[in-house]
C-alpha cells in the first residue's frame, strides 16, 4: 500500500464536508471511480450515489467494470440512459460534440435528481491536468452547476492514481479510455455501428496483450494507435489485424508509427492559432 497524501486527503475531506449529498458521473475510469470512492467514504452510503450513463460510445467492457466497482465498494448505482445518439449536435460530430454528450448526460441526471434525490449535488470526476486541455464537456458541467471535486483540491492524474493505490482500488493503473466517440475526426458522422466497430477493432488488439489501444476511425478505415515502445511488436501483427478488421467492417487498418497519443484529433482544430 502506498503511501496517503495527507495534504490532498485532508483537502478532500474539507470539500465533502461542505458536500453533504452526492451524484457522482461514474464512467469506470480511475478519476471517477476515486471521486465515487472518496464520497461514499466520506459521506457514508446513503448520501453518495454512482449514476452510469449506459451510452453506445461507453464500451461494454467498461460498463461492466463501473457496475463491478460499485458493487466491490458498497456503493448505490443507478444507470441511466443519456440518449445523446439520437441528437444530431452530437452525432453529426461537431467540434464542440463533447459538450452534447455530457449535456445529455447531465440532463437525464438532472431529472433522476428532482424524481428520487431532490437535495443532492452532482459532481464528476475531471482533474486539474484536464483543465489545459480542449474539453467542451467542462462547459457543460459548468451550465449545470456539476462540480469538480478532485479540480477543486488540485488533484492531478498522478496524484488519483497514487491515492487510487493506497485504498487498493484495482482500476488504480487502468489506462485512459475517454469516450469511443473521441476515435471520429470532427465531421465524421458517429453511429452505434461504427461505434461497435470500433470497440470491436480495440478489443481485437487487447488480444494480443496490448492494454492502451486507439482504433481511430476514418471513412471506413481505421488507424491503431498503441504506445511509441509497443510498435515494433504491433508491427508484425498488422497482416493478421488488418484480416481481423476487415471482417469487422473495416476497409483497412493501419499504423500509426507517431504513437498513441491522447487527444490527437483535436490537432484538427488548430487551438494555438
Known amino acids: 500500500m502506498t503511501e496517503l497524501d495527507q495534504a490532498k486527503y485532508h483537502l478532500a475531506k474539507e470539500w465533502f464536508d461542505k458536500h453533504q449529498k452526492i451524484l457522482i458521473a461514474l464512467s469506470g475510469g480511475v478519476d471517477s471511480c476515486l471521486a465515487a ?132 482500488l484495482k482500476e488504480w493503473d487502468k489506462p485512459a479510455s475517454p469516450c469511443m466517440s473521441s476515435r471520429f475526426p470532427y465531421g465524421e458522422n458517429i453511429t452505434r455501428e461504427k461505434l461497435k466497430m470500433v470497440e470491436m477493432a480495440e478489443e481485437a488488439v487487447n488480444r494480443h496483450g496490448f492494454k492502451d489501444v486507439r482504433a481511430r476511425y476514418k471513412s471506413g478505415n481505421a488507424t491503431i494507435e498503441v504506445p511509441k515502445e509497443e510498435i515494433p511488436r504491433l508491427i508484425e501483427l498488422m497482416t493478421d489485424l488488418n484480416d481481423q478488421f476487415q471482417k469487422i467492417g473495416f476497409k483497412e487498418a493501419f499504423l500509426d508509427k507517431e504513437g498513441l497519443v491522447s487527444g490527437k484529433l483535436n490537432r484538427d482544430l488548430n487551438l494555438d492559432k
Open 37 to 168: 470512492f472518496l464520497a461514499r467514504h466520506f459521506l457514508g452510503k446513503n448520501n453518495a450515489v454512482a449514476i452510469i450513463g449506459d451510452s453506445p460510445a461507453l464500451k461494454r467492457k467498461d460498463y461492466q467494470q463501473a457496475l463491478d466497482f460499485c458493487d466491490s465498494h458498497f456503493i448505490q448505482h443507478h444507470t441511466i440512459k443519456p440518449g445523446e445518439i439520437e441528437d444530431p449536435r452530437y452525432n453529426s460530430n461537431p467540434v464542440d460534440r463533447c459538450f452534447w454528450c455530457k449535456n445529455s448526460l447531465y440532463t437525464a441526471m438532472v431529472q433522476l435528481r428532482e424524481s428520487v434525490y431532490p437535495e443532492f449535488e452532482i459532481i464528476n470526476g475531471s482533474n486539474k491536468s484536464d483543465l489545459g486541455d480542449y474539453r467542451p464537456g467542462l462547459k457543460a458541467a459548468d451550465e449545470y452547476n456539476v462540480f469538480s471535486p478532485l479540480a477543486d483540491c488540485g488533484f492531478e492524474k498522478e496524484d488519483i492514481r497514487r491515492m487510487a493505490l493506497h485504498f487498493e
